[in-house]
């Protein structure tokens, strides 16, 4: 991921109060540890990084089966001869031609294990798809994708937004994460990257309605995976820590982005907001 600048701050409040998301919290960290080769990703095999086309081809399989165990539909999208999406497909609960899109990269640069850029992305993505198959109303059609070859220059994300404009699918909005593993000051913040404008609307009203507090900056970053559906017509933003605003991993890009370096607490606080983002959504 490359980013560049800030051009808003806005401030909400959250409580610090948990949301009962210890389960799912186990569930990212186990998620992570699997990507970054802290643990065995499947017998016998230890990831160093995501970056080789085979490795690259054994986390398809791993998050196909994740999001199979929820998702109406799954399928590994072979795009390329080299690149592969994961693609899931959750229904809404009555008819609509209207979807949303969640997605985030699984590959990493060479010798990186990627745990912040972007297995950390990967865990929020995956939280959410699997919170929003949960819902007993769904008013909108939900795809979850794990774009390949981001770190190749967006080579992924760029295949998926060019599908889904020839299958004519009427997108609503597109939310694509990387990098969420970090907050040394504390303060919980984030940043929207490049927000359409309801997509703004709807995040900082359901801060404004749960009482959340904590900053949001409002970025024009261009350089990760929300840029691909925007250049081609597609609502959409990044959500990122505080990259531009300093509070960001210095293990970017480094053998040193390991498992250990997460700040799972943030992770997991931040999956929880976007949780109620999407259930607004859903409505």
């Not at 979807?99 to 699984?106: D, E, F, K, L, R």
């Amino acid at each position: 991921m490359i980013r560049t600048s800030l051009s808003l701050l806005l401030l909400v409040l959250i409580p610090l109060a948990s949301f009962g998301q210890q389960s799912a919290l186990n569930e990212q960290k186990e998620l992570l540890a699997r990507l970054t080769g802290h643990k065995p990703i499947r017998a016998n095999v230890q990831l160093k990084d995501r970056y080789t086309q085979e490795s690259r081809k054994i986390t398809a399989e791993y998050l196909k089966g994740l999001i199979g165990e929820f998702c109406d539909e799954s399928e590994i999208d072979n795009y390329s001869p080299t690149g592969n999406n994961v693609v899931g497909t959750i229904f809404a609960t009555s008819q609509t031609d209207r979807w949303i899109v969640i997605g985030a990269h699984y590959d990493s640069v060479k010798d990186c294990p990627g745990a912040n850029d972007n297995a950390t992305g990967v865990a929020l993505a995956y939280s959410v798809a699997k919170h929003v198959a949960s819902l007993e109303t769904r008013n909108y059609n939900l795809k979850i994708v794990f774009f390949d070859e981001e770190e190749r220059g967006l080579i992924g994300s760029k295949a998926y937004a060019k599908k889904l404009l020839e299958e004519k699918l009427n997108v609503i909005s597109v939310h694509t994460i990387d990098q969420l593993g970090w907050d040394e000051d504390g303060d919980r913040g984030i940043e929207l990257e490049v927000p359409a404008e309801h997509i703004l609307d709807l995040y900082t009203k359901v801060a404004g309605e749960f009482n959340y507090t904590f900053p949001i900056q409002i970025s024009d970053v261009t350089s990760t995976d929300h840029r691909s559906f925007r250049q081609l017509g597609f609502a959409a933003t990044g959500i990122t820590e505080e990259y531009k605003n300093g509070d960001t991993t210095p293990h970017y890009h480094r053998s040193t982005d390991t498992y250990e370096t997460v700040h799972f607490e943030y992770l997991s606080f931040i999956t929880e907001y976007v949780k109620k983002v999407f259930e607004d959504i859903m409505r």
